[in-house]
């Protein structure tokens, strides 16, 4: 992989040196770090400001009440968890930040919730089916107010930031119910 990065790159390069554009691979190269500090340090921010929400959810019960709530359905999602509290909870907190269009912030938590899989897990160099069902239901999740694209799109100056609201709502519930449905055909298939 690396050797192809240094061929487009390289090759990205000989190409302008070829088409006379000097002046656009030095500006590229000039502005680049401020372009990407300027689209990164928001999500940072952002991933900061609600993975502390979370422990302050955890430590304020909010992550056990969370669990309770959706218990009923991770409990039948994820068989191989469903008496691990902890990790349920770090499951119903992934979901629901989801939900608000946080998958950067979702991210640290989801990894506690795979870690708490892990404990669990009888072969250590092998996925459980709670893990690949949790993989499956993160990567397509549901998503109701998607928070981050929202912020971009106002950061990028769109005229009506939320108008595509509805089709991410349908996307991604599509998504979800379609990967866990062949998620449950894979698991009774093997």
């Known amino acids: ?20 554009r000097v002046d656009l691979i030095s500006n590229t190269i000039v502005t680049v770090g401020e ?42 999602l994820l068989p ?14 992934n979901i629901i930040i989801n939900m608000f269009g946080l998958g950067s912030a979702a991210t640290p938590v989801g990894l506690k919730a795979i870690a708490g899989m892990q404990k ?6 092998r996925a459980t089916r709670s893990m690949v069902t949790f993989l499956v239901l993160n990567t397509g999740g ?14 990028y100056g769109s005229l009506d930031a939320t108008s595509f609201i509805p089709f991410a709502v349908i ?12 998620d449950r055909l894979w698991n009774h298939a093997h």
């Open 120 to 125: 669990h897990n009888p072969e250590p160099n």
């Open 80 to 93: 191989d968890i469903k008496d691990d509290h902890e990790t349920l909870g770090y499951v119903a907190a």
């Open 142 to 155: 549901v998503t109701l107010f998607p928070t981050s694209i929202i912020a971009l799109r106002v950061a």
């Open 1 to 20: 992989m690396t050797k192809f990065w240094c061929t487009l790159i390289l090759g990205s390069f000989a190409y302008g040196l070829m088409q006379g």
């Open 171 to 182: 996307a991604t519930l599509s998504a979800s119910c379609i990967g866990l449905i062949v």
């Open 35 to 76: 372009e990407t500090l300027e689209f990164v340090l928001p999500m940072v921010a952002v991933t900061c400001f609600f993975s502390g929400i979370v422990e302050i959810a955890k430590e304020g019960g909010c992550i056990a009440f969370l669990e309770r709530c959706l218990s009923p359905f991770l409990r039948f």
